[in-house]
């Protein structure tokens, strides 16, 4: 690293329901792997990736999985401590992580915040968008990510690679802009 370089480091929350896949994002944007096995089981605390995200500026982006403690409805403070950003993950195909989408994000609201006091950007993820029907109507995905308060919105797939990749520079270029 040259000197001129600066360096990021981002702390980065994975939200949501169980088994909408935030363990299968993380594992596919950090190793581009995917496993159809659950693994609830496996008790990954975070997942690192370091990126050259353009010749000044490194970004060391940690994203911390929730593993396991989504039945508990909300997270503590401690956890939240010190994040710049989130992803709240729902799954297309399960009406019930969606409506739970608002509730995580006013549990992010309520525990964590910048320095300057302004919300953290959170950007929602409606993943397994493979398994949509053709044809489905996916319009007004922005707005109502807008009307929720998130800074954007995706379809995204762990399974088949789709705009995994987009969705966290998105959120990256939030991040490094609230800098
Ligand atoms: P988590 O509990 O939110 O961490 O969810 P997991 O990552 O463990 O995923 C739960 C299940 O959904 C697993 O069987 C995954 O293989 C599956 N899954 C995750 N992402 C996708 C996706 O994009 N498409 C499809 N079809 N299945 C997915
Ligand atoms: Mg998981």
């Given at each position: 690293?040259?000197?001129?370089?600066?360096e990021f480091?981002?702390?980065v929350?994975?939200?949501?329901?169980?088994?909408?896949?935030?363990?299968s994002?993380?594992?596919?944007?950090?190793?581009?792997?995917?496993?159809?096995?659950?693994?609830?089981?496996?008790?990954?605390?975070f997942a690192l990736?370091?990126?050259?995200?353009?010749?000044?500026t490194?970004v060391?982006?940690?994203?911390w999985d929730?593993a396991?403690?989504?039945?508990f409805?909300?997270?503590?403070r401690?956890?939240?401590?010190?994040?710049?950003?989130?992803?709240v993950?729902?799954?297309?195909?399960?009406?019930?992580t969606?409506?739970?989408?608002?509730?995580?994000?006013?549990?992010l609201?309520?525990k964590?915040?910048l320095?300057?006091?302004?919300?953290?950007p959170v950007?929602?993820l409606?993943?397994?968008?493979?398994?949509?029907?053709?044809?489905s109507r996916?319009?007004n995905?922005?707005?109502?990510?807008?009307?929720?308060?998130f800074?954007d919105?995706?379809?995204?797939?762990?399974?088949?690679?789709?705009n995994?990749?987009?969705?966290?520079?998105?959120?990256?270029k939030?991040?490094?802009?609230?800098?």
């Amino acid at each position: 690293m040259s000197s001129h370089q600066r360096e990021f480091l981002c702390k980065v929350l994975v939200v949501g329901d169980l088994g909408v896949g935030k363990t299968s994002i993380i594992q596919r944007y950090v190793h581009n792997i995917y496993s159809q096995c659950y693994r609830a089981t496996i008790g990954v605390d975070f997942a690192l990736k370091i990126l050259n995200w353009d010749q000044d500026t490194v970004v060391r982006l940690q994203l911390w999985d929730i593993a396991g403690q989504e039945r508990f409805g909300h997270m503590t403070r401690l956890y939240y401590r010190e994040a710049v950003g989130a992803l709240v993950v729902c799954d297309m195909g399960r009406e019930a992580t969606l409506q739970s989408v608002e509730r995580w994000k006013e549990d992010l609201d309520s525990k964590v915040c910048l320095q300057n006091g302004r919300p953290i950007p959170v950007i929602l993820l409606r993943n397994k968008c493979d398994q949509l029907p053709a044809g489905s109507r996916t319009r007004n995905l922005k707005e109502m990510g807008k009307e929720l308060g998130f800074s954007d919105c995706h379809l995204t797939s762990a399974k088949e690679n789709v705009n995994i990749d987009e969705a966290i520079s998105c959120l990256i270029k939030e991040i490094i802009a609230n800098d």
